[in-house]
């Protein structure tokens, strides 16, 4: 069976596999854009009087970058080019804004530049890892290192200040152990980060892709909407009374034209025939439908919609098979059915029961090719804009009374 109608994108299966825009936007926004940030609002409280410090502008707009650049780099998230470029926005309007208040003097800073630096390397390192994927790894392994070594050069811009005779040359500066000790201990860090990444990564990967197939299965067996509906709603697949619209449609000559063509040519056409149908009854809100042989079963919110998506079959898919001495025939009812998931403990699938879907099977018995034929209470449904004629009644089996019907399509 499959699902009816489109809907939006990202739906809820896509959002629980590759996480909601929000997830998206904080993971973007604290795992990278905002690193360079904190450091440096964390630098500059340090260096002058916290207070002043915070009652300015300076940490809110270094803030205000880094958000605008996240939402920027989580909606072109795997766009190559858009790597490096989006990360050069969270520097770019910083310096713009900041230039503007302080002049000359703000390019004197070295934590200024250093922002310019490591949004320029972190960029760079990402755009690599879109242009060369069997490199993924290592990249990611450099990116970190890179990105937790901010900790370690924005601890040397603070050195030379509070401690400037021990920063005048790299050899003095890594006299003092405890400089080495942060030096190494940052790099270290920095290449676990990588690796744990690289190892999370993996299973990510490997977890999307069997999320991706068993969402495709799952969508062959219950469709689209019944899917998104049960992740949303686990018990939207509880059994339930509802009125449906329910239609039948087989091809008339089928066994015939079977036993003198091969197999392969049986099951080209059963394709041609599924695949046609299955664009109809998607564009006309088809709630559920399944194959089987040359027939297919369809549920519908409402009759409209099953004789819009009839009149279709009827033109495109009886015309496509009349070239092979084939055609449809159509049966339609409207009545309540018990829908749900059916079935034992380990195998189960989405179905419908009831007299209404064994009327329709039996109208569609009576049909010939090229007929839609429409019970006496669907034709009850319908409006006067939908003529109905040739008013049959039809002996089938089972039924204690006869079927009364109307042809659709005189």
């Not at 394709?271 to 998607?282: P, V």
Request: contains cysteine.
């Amino acid at each position: 069976m499959k699902a009816f109608h489109h809907v939006s994108t990202p739906t809820l299966i896509e959002e629980s596999i590759y996480g909601t825009f929000r997830a998206r936007f904080a993971l973007e926004l604290f795992n990278n854009t905002l690193y360079f940030p904190i450091t440096n609002i964390l630098y500059e409280l340090l260096m002058g009087h916290p207070l002043d410090y915070l009652r300015s502008s300076d940490p809110y707009i270094i803030i205000v970058a880094a958000l605008i650049q996240a939402y920027w780099l989580t909606c072109q998230a795997e766009k190559r080019l858009h790597r490096l470029f989006g990360h050069l926005i969270g520097p770019a309007i910083y310096t713009f804004i900041e230039a503007s208040l302080e002049g000359a003097q703000f390019f004197t800073e070295p934590n200024h530049l250093a922002y310019w630096f490591f949004s320029i390397a972190i960029g760079i390192v990402q755009e690599l890892k879109l242009y060369l994927p069997r490199f993924s790894s290592l990249f990611t392994i450099i990116e970190n290192a890179t990105r937790v070594s901010i900790l370690f050069f924005m601890y040397g811009i603070f050195e030379t200040h509070v401690n400037h005779d021990q920063t005048l040359s790299l050899m003095s500066f890594f006299a003092d152990p405890s400089h080495v000790f942060v030096g190494m201990s940052v790099m270290i860090i920095g290449l676990s980060i990588g690796l744990a990444n690289v190892t999370a990564d993996t299973y990510l990967k490997k977890l999307r892709h069997t999320s991706q197939m068993l969402k495709t299965y799952s969508e062959w067996l219950l469709g689209r909407d019944l899917l998104v509906r049960s992740l949303s709603d686990p018990t939207a697949l509880q059994t339930t009374r509802r009125e449906r619209t329910i239609l039948f449609m087989d091809i008339r000559g089928f066994t015939a034209w079977s036993e003198v063509h091969t197999p392969e040519e049986v099951v080209d056409l059963l394709n041609e025939y599924y695949r046609r149908s299955e664009s109809i009854l998607l564009q006309h809100s088809a709630i559920k439908w399944k194959f089987t042989a040359d027939e297919v079963m369809a549920i519908f919110p409402h009759i409209q919609a099953a004789i819009a998506a009839a009149n279709r079959m009827i033109d495109e898919i009886h015309r496509f098979l009349t070239d092979k001495q084939l055609g449809v025939g159509i049966g339609i009812d409207v009545g309540p059915v018990v829908e749900g998931l059916l079935g034992g403990a380990n195998v189960r699938f989405y179905d419908a029961m009831g007299d209404t879907v064994n009327t329709a099977k039996r109208i569609e018995n009576h049909a010939q090719a090229g007929e839609i034929l429409i019970s006496e209470r669907a034709q009850q449904y319908l409006t006067a804009t939908i003529p109905v004629a040739n008013r049959r009644e039809l002996r089938a089996k089972g039924k204690s009374q006869a079927i009364i019907t109307y042809l659709l399509n005189a």
